[in-house]
């Protein structure tokens, strides 16, 4: 046997010699690991007497039951409920009713209710205080202040909790759903969440993906500040003030959420507020008072949505530069796009492409499924009710319509309107997102306002015949 030969050999054996060294020490922890039971008929009555007795790896079996008391947990344990539910952790209306302060704990299947009321403490449910590789899962918050706290903590996983606010109390009154400070690398999927004040908040915490959530009746279904290199995806937002509101963040990533019914004076499918370089990718924008509205914005790009029987489509305002606006289809919104300055510094295609709009009245001679003529968004009506909200009460309205035709054949009033070189005409995005919805046109609200436009003018004319019968001659 040559040098090579024996060498070799014995750098074979250092290998397996400290490969089965490794594995006798993890057999060891393996083999350390035991499990607590709690419950009235268990070794351990509480919960903070089993978490005493334990140490790092164990698993605490809480059986149900209701347990009045507030647990800090500073070991690497995993606290596990048998019936998901049905052991109740109760606080006592003071501060935190868990407090996490070792990184690898599990809590999983519990209902925790009834925590602190104080915004300056930030009272909750859960509190994950400097401590990573949590995972809060399949538990129920109710009667909490902030549903789950998370303070300069990373690659922690929340999923499928349910969490219930205080509904009773106003948006200023209550907390955030899952609140992240000073965090990255963070999983947040599958969750309910619903009579908070944020559904999800973000505060300085980047590199995090929130998927398969759904958020109702709150003011911000999601809510990033300073926050970057996020991303949120199939996620549900509905009956909120807003859907999501990205603020002085960069580098969102959104893509096939749904935004429905946020409704409400100044209410908003998504709103952009200083935001950079994101992209809003294939989401449906439906039945909201705004679908789309951006501010102070620039160097996004908006493509492949469906914004769909809004009040108003999309909202940019002239203080937004270098969005990129394309494949996007424009349905049936009562005012597909509002504009505030002459000037638009976005541009509203992209290589030949733009947008699909419902009521484009071109044509296509050849065939290449780009309109012929370009398409503009405003009409004098339009500009009127941009100056004028209430206006769209006459939305559809023979007054509407005549305005509109007039202002085609002679456009003499300058006014705030995008233009669309490349107008599609194919809607290329809505059938797969609508075809299990059932929507009711806008045009149907704009038939009544006719109707009752057609009905006010028929008695205005018989009130005017009566009286000059009466005081005529």
């Known amino acids: 046997m040559g040098k090579t030969d024996t060498k070799t050999s014995s750098l074979i054996f250092k290998f397996l010699t ?31 007497a089993a978490l005493k007795k334990a140490e790092n790896g164990d698993t605490i079996k809480v059986y149900p039951g209701n347990y009045k008391e507030k647990l800090e947990i500073n070991k690497a344990v995993s606290l596990v409920s048998i019936e998901k539910h049905s052991a109740v952790i109760e606080g ?31 009272d ?21 202040l902030f549903g789950i706290y998370v303070d300069s903590s990373e690659g922690n996983l929340i999923k499928n909790n349910e969490i219930y606010g205080l509904k009773e109390k106003k948006f200023s009154e209550r907390g955030n759903g899952i609140h992240f400070y000073n965090s990255k ?30 958020v ?22 509905s009956n909120n003030v807003s859907g999501a509101a990205i603020m002085f963040s960069k580098k969102i990533n959104l893509e096939q959420n749904v935004f429905e019914n946020n409704r409400g004076y100044r209410a908003y499918g998504m709103f952009f507020q200083t935001a950079e370089d994101s992209v809003v990718e294939n989401n449906l ?3 909201n008072s705004i679908g789309i509205y951006s501010d102070l914005s620039r160097g996004n790009i908006i493509k492949k949505n469906t914004i769909f029987q809004n009040d108003i489509g999309m909202e940019i305002l002239g203080s ?37 709009w419902s009521n484009y009245i ?23 009710m941009y100056q004028y909200p209430h206006f769209r009460l006459f939305v559809e309205s023979p007054t509407a319509k005549m305005l509109q035709t007039v202002d085609k054949m002679f456009p003499v009033m300058e006014r705030a309107e995008i233009i669309d070189l490349y107008p599609l005409m194919e809607d290329i995005n809505s059938h797969p997102l609508l075809e299990h919805m059932k929507a009711t046109s806008n045009r149907t609200a704009g038939i009544i306002t006719f109707v009752v436009s057609l009905l006010i003018v028929v008695f205005s004319i018989l009130l005017l015949r009566r009286i000059s019968i009466r005081f005529g001659r």
């Open 124 to 144: 909750a449910g859960i509190l994950i205080e400097k401590s990573d590789q949590t995972q809060i899962v399949n538990n129920l918050f109710e009667d909490v």
């Open 362 to 384: 071109g044509i296509d001679m050849d065939k290449d499924g780009i309109g012929d003529t370009e398409h503009h968004s405003g009409s004098a009506f339009e500009f009127l």
């Open 216 to 237: 109702t009746g709150i003011r911000y279904g999601l809510h990033y500040m300073w926050s970057n290199e996020n991303t949120f995806k199939n996620n549900y937002f």
């Open 18 to 48: 400290i490969t089965i060294f490794i594995q006798m020490l993890l057999f060891a922890q393996q083999g350390h690991a035991a499990d607590l039971e709690v419950g009235n008929n268990q070794p351990y009555k509480t919960i903070s």
């Open 92 to 122: 006592d209306n003071n501060k935190h009713i868990i407090t996490i302060k070792s990184p690898n704990v599990v809590i999983n299947g519990f209902k925790i209710t009834n925590s602190g009321k104080n915004f300056l403490d930030n």
């Open 185 to 214: 690398n963070n999983i947040v999927e599958g969750n309910t969440i619903t009579d908070v004040r944020d559904g999800m908040y973000f505060d300085h915490t980047d590199q995090t993906i929130v998927m398969n959530n759904k």
């Open 320 to 356: 937004n530069w270098d969005d990129i606006i394309y494949e996007n289809s424009f349905i049936d919104n009562l005012q597909q796009v509002s504009v505030n300055e002459i000037k638009i510094n976005d541009q509203w295609y992209y290589e030949n492409r733009g947008n699909y």
């Open 285 to 287: 924008f439906f039945n």
